[in-house]
């Protein structure tokens, strides 16, 4: 655990590096759909607000998750540093609590007017590849950010599980983003446990019913729970994904991407 605590910076690059490479490999040999030139446009959009979304992070925390674990357990706030739980009961469960939380986050994102105006963006992408794991506008990832402070505050996780948490739910945003074709008894076989690019891929249609279902990343059973959980589209593999109010080319550029939940219309 060490370890991971003290490589976090380079633990985190890495894997952000190899989980994109490996996906758009995979794209490029089983996919779904094939690309159209637009995409790589895209591209550059969606890298973009990585970036901008990174500076804006550093510029107005001067602590993120990890600092704020650390925080919770010197002064014991949290359910698993009050009770001092440790050992793998700890670990498991810690997982699964802010695996829900991230589920919970989510929905709120669609069910909530104000935070559904930045959320969308997200949704907006024309395509649905490794690069839409990855698109979220700014103010977005403030209140994620601040929204994860709050359920650290309450789980109390250990540092190195913070790390491990992040690094695992970015990696599963670029993989249930990917444009990657699983047969599918596979695929319903895997669905038993993680979210796959084929379930998620209904949660971007542009068909309403279905971009308010299947809000996991990691584990699928948070659908299956609440009820969130679709198996199929209703247009099959002619499913059609992203926004009518963003097939406008005027909307398609990052300054007006940024500037568009601010937008009254």
């Given amino acids: 655990m060490d370890y991971i605590i003290n490589n976090e910076a380079k ?19 089983f996919p779904i759909y094939i690309r159209k030139i637009k995409s790589y446009k895209r591209w550059i959009i969606n890298f973009s607000f990585v970036l901008i979304n990174t500076l804006i992070l550093r510029f107005l925390f001067p602590i993120l998750a990890v600092s704020f674990a650390s925080i919770c357990i010197k002064y014991n706030i949290g359910i698993f540093n009050y009770f001092n739980f440790n ?26 007017g ?21 698109r979220f506008h700014p103010i ?14 309450i789980i109390g996780p ?23 074709k699983i047969k599918r008894k596979y695929d319903l076989n895997f669905r038993k446990l993680i979210v796959t690019p ?34 199929n589209s209703a247009k099959g593999d002619d499913l059609i994904v992203g926004l009518e109010e963003f097939k406008d080319k005027n909307t398609s550029s990052i300054f007006m991407l940024l500037f568009k939940p601010f937008s009254n219309k």
């Avoid at 249609?205 to 009820?227: A, H, M, P």
């Fill in 158 to 180: 250990s540092i190195a599980l913070v790390i491990i948490f992040e690094i695992i739910l970015n990696a599963s945003s670029i993989f249930n983003h990917g444009n990657i």
């Fill in 140 to 153: 977005e990832i403030i209140i994620s950010m601040i929204y994860k402070f709050i359920l650290i505050a």
């Fill in 87 to 112: 050992g793998l009961f700890s670990v498991v469960v810690s997982f699964l609590f802010l695996d829900l939380g991230i589920w919970l986050q989510h929905l709120l994102f669609h069910k909530v």
């Fill in 198 to 231: 084929n379930m998620h891929r209904i949660h971007h249609s542009e068909e309403e019913k279905e971009t308010n279902s299947n809000y996991g990343f990691n584990f699928s059973i948070w659908d299956r729970v609440f009820g969130t959980y679709r198996e």
């Fill in 11 to 29: 633990l985190r690059l890495s894997a952000f590096l190899f989980m994109l490479s490996l996906i758009f490999l995979i794209e490029l040999i």
């Fill in 114 to 134: 104000f935070l559904w105006r930045f959320h969308k963006i997200h949704h907006s992408d024309e395509e649905v590849d490794f690069t839409t794991g990855i």
